[in-house]
């Protein structure tokens, strides 16, 4: 099993000539996996690519980043200690309604992608709403498309409905990149019980993140990510839970943003102040807490890495 740290989603501005240099944040004895948001539900097909081919270039440019094309390049990547990068996309807006364009951005290596980013829209519902329309039959045809061309449905910020029914129509495991366990906090944006099985029954994971709003009372600690941790462990197994930073570089803007949208956020994500994160200096102690509190190394090693890298070996490959 890989040793290397695997965060799922993480998040550099979303701008045309944003720094990639902070991603080196991440560096560890053993290597790093990054998966950079390019894109939500504001953006167009042309603002994404603008994004991707920004954050591809800087990338290449920079000695101690690489990108990822395959699972086999992430080993290679990591076995030298540096940090391996793909991208992903919070919403189907992205897609310009042409599902054609999912194969366009796997091969610029987007590799996963959540339908609706916490309100309703053509594919399904959001976490954030009242009414839960569940999954459409537009949403069931781009799970299907990202089935064929290797990226992974993601059911973070969807709706309740909307994440089961994507574990029901996916051919292939379907993941939870980034969300915690609505059991132990009591957020919009953390999944159910039965979200979290439906997943672990595709052979998908559940990323638990570092966001203190989703962890507890804006409350980004070990401890607080531990509790999560041990509440998914217990419900699906250690096979199917692993960790998901959703660190925001730049915390500022990220703020400002909720007073921009308003429309794509609630009180939930105010009302403790301006929303808190777990640095990447912080996730890259967790080995050594969970260590602390008694867990056995291969979990760890499964936690941090190992499963997110199963479900990258099983679903990246192209059937087309």
Not at 133 to 151: D, K
Not at 224 to 240: C, E, F, K, Q, S
Not at 258 to 280: A, E
Request: include cysteine; proline fraction near 5%; hydrophobic fraction near 35%.
């Amino acid at each position: 099993m890989p040793q290397f740290l695997w965060d799922q989603h993480t998040c550099l501005p979303l701008q045309v000539g944003a720094d990639v240099d902070p991603l080196t944040r991440y560096e560890r004895r053993g290597g790093t996996f990054v998966s950079v948001n390019a894109g939500y539900s504001p953006h167009s097909f042309a603002d994404t690519m603008a994004l991707l081919n920004h954050y591809r270039t800087a990338v290449d440019a920079h000695p101690d980043l690489e990108l990822a094309s395959s699972v086999d390049d992430v080993d290679r990547i990591t076995a030298r200690g540096r940090i391996s990068v793909v991208f992903d996309l919070e919403d189907s807006a992205p897609l310009d309604a042409d599902l054609d364009n999912l194969a366009t951005l796997a091969g610029l290596g987007v590799r996963t992608l959540l339908p609706t980013y916490n309100h309703a829209n053509r594919a399904g519902g959001g976490c954030l709403d009242s009414d839960d329309t569940g999954l459409t039959a537009w949403g069931e045809a781009i799970v299907a498309e990202m089935n064929m061309v290797g990226i992974v449905p993601d059911g973070s910020h969807c709706s309740t409905r909307t994440g089961l029914g994507m574990c029901r129509a996916s051919k292939s495991p379907v993941v939870y990149s980034h969300s915690c366990m609505k059991a132990v906090w009591d957020h919009p944006r953390n999944i159910t019980d039965d979200q979290a099985r439906a997943c672990a029954d595709t052979g998908g994971v559940v990323g638990i993140t570092g966001v203190g709003i989703f962890l507890g009372p804006n409350t980004p600690t070990l401890e607080a990510m531990t509790r999560h941790l041990d509440y998914a462990v217990n419900l699906v197994g250690i096979d199917h839970v692993g960790i998901s930073s959703d660190f925001s570089f730049d915390h500022d803007d990220f703020n400002d943003e909720l007073l921009r949208n308003p429309h794509l956020f609630d009180d939930s994500y105010t009302r403790w102040g301006p929303i808190q994160w777990m640095p990447p200096e912080t996730l890259l102690t967790l080995d050594q807490h969970l260590t602390s509190e008694g867990w056995a190394e291969a979990d760890i090693h499964a936690v941090l890495g190992g499963n997110f890298y199963r479900v990258a070996q099983q679903t990246w490959c192209s059937t087309r």
